[in-house]
Every structure is written in structure tokens, then in C-alpha cells.
Antibody
Framework: EVQLVESGGGWVQPGGSLRLSCETP??????MTWVRQAPGKGLQWVAD????????NYADDLRDRYTVSRDNARNSLYLDMNSLTADDSSIFYC???????????WGRGTVVTVS | QSALTQPPSASGSPGQSVTISCTGT?????????VTWYQQHPGKAPKLLIH???KRASGVPERFSGSKSGNTAYLTVAGLQADDEADYFC?????????FGGGTKLTVL
């Protein structure tokens, strides 16, 4: 069974930066996505990246501060976030996209707290 | 990229059926047959239920079904069971972007 494991979350001061990671064997070959969920709120699609990393899409309100990348040789997906505010406090999930927004496998999430 | 619109809550008694709506626009649900539904229990990661509007994910009971009409998608849960009590989120492909609904909390009375 495919497992995704996120890491890198934690506490950060407003204005700070953070890099999240998501590891899974056999990362290459699939689109990967990041989704976040603020405390007590719904899901928000953040960004995704093509199998070879050449294509990236972002939510309009996050594209200026977030950068998604991947290293298939290291079986890793990344999300770099900067200029963080309290509104960025969320659980961040990575998920495997098997096509057009079908996220069939999710990690357990990593918690980011901006305070 | 406005969120899809879902009712905040829905409820039903065990054995009954409930339908949750998800309304978008002609830039997302109305154009693409790539609507997905996710179930999320408290403290857990979301779980894929339905993809491509009406296809059940592997292992999902037949009690869960999806459909679409115009700019609105629907998730129907038949034969409600206690474990169906959870949050449900719709999501649509929108030409490179993905948009989630605000979520519906389903209560089994």
C-alpha cells in the first residue's frame, strides 16, 4: 500500500518561511498535490506539480508566496512557503493525483502554526 | 477560484438516504466531468469516495453514489450508517486548477 509521509511542519513566527516535505516510494510518474486545512475549516487546494516537475499550478491567492517542487530521485515532494501569516496556520496534506483532481492517496498531514 | 458551494450540514436517520449538493459554475463543474467527493472523519485525512462524477473508488460501498446536473454535483448516501457521520467535501477540476467545496457535516441521528 502506497504511503505518503509529510514532515517539516512546526511553529514559525509571522513573516517567516518553512519548507514542507512529502516522501513516498515511487513518487515519479504521477502528479502530486498539496492541500491545506485551517483549524475547523474546509479543504483548500494549494498547488500541484507534474511528474517531471515541468508544470506547476497554484491557487491564485498563494502563488506569490508558495513554491512546489519535487526530487524524484529522492522520492520527495516539497512546498516552500514564505511571508507566512496567521492565516497560513493549517494542516498541510500531500496527495497523489491520479488524474484531474482525483486524489486517491493522502498523507496524514503536517501541522503549520504561525504565531 | 471561488469555492464550490455546499450546504454546511445534512442529517438523516439510520437506514435513510441523504443527498448533498455541490454547486459550481460553468468554469468548473459545468464544463468538466471531473468531480470528486471525499469523506473526512475527525482527526483523519480525507478519503476518496467518488471520482469522475459517479465512479466509486476502490472499496467504497455501493451505498455511495454521485451524479451531476448542469453546474451542480450530488453525493447520495443510501442506507445511512453510524460510521457515515463525517465531513464530506466535493472538488472539481477547473482547467489546471482544483476547487474544493466548503464541506458538509453529515449527522446520523
Amino acid at each position: 500500500e502506497v504511503q505518503l509521509v509529510e514532515s517539516g511542519g512546526g511553529w514559525v513566527q509571522p513573516g517567516g518561511s518553512l519548507r514542507l516535505s512529502c516522501e513516498t516510494p515511487g513518487l515519479g510518474g504521477l502528479w502530486m498535490t498539496w492541500v491545506r486545512q485551517a483549524p475547523g475549516k474546509g479543504l483548500q487546494w494549494v498547488a500541484d506539480i507534474s511528474p517531471d516537475g515541468s508544470e506547476r499550478n497554484y491557487a491564485d491567492d498563494l502563488r506569490d508566496r508558495y513554491t512546489v517542487s519535487r526530487d524524484n530521485a529522492r522520492n520527495s515532494l516539497y512546498l516552500d512557503m514564505n511571508s507566512l501569516t496567521a492565516d497560513d496556520s493549517s494542516i498541510f496534506y500531500c496527495a497523489r493525483d491520479v488524474g484531474y483532481g482525483t486524489f486517491d492517496v493522502w498523507g496524514r498531514g503536517t501541522v503549520v502554526t504561525v504565531s | 477560484q471561488s469555492a464550490l458551494t455546499q450546504p454546511p450540514s445534512a442529517s438523516g436517520s439510520p437506514g435513510q438516504s441523504v443527498t448533498i449538493s455541490c454547486t459550481g459554475t460553468n468554469r468548473d463543474i459545468g464544463t468538466y466531468n471531473f468531480v470528486t467527493w471525499y469523506q473526512q472523519h475527525p482527526g483523519k485525512a480525507p478519503k476518496l469516495l467518488i471520482h469522475q462524477v459517479a465512479k466509486r473508488a476502490s472499496g467504497v460501498p455501493e451505498r455511495f453514489s454521485g451524479s451531476k446536473s448542469g453546474n451542480t454535483a450530488y453525493l447520495t448516501v443510501a442506507g445511512l450508517q453510524a460510521d457515515d457521520e463525517a465531513d464530506y467535501f466535493c472538488c472539481s477540476f477547473a482547467g489546471g486548477f482544483k476547487i474544493f467545496g466548503g464541506g458538509t457535516k453529515l449527522t446520523v441521528l
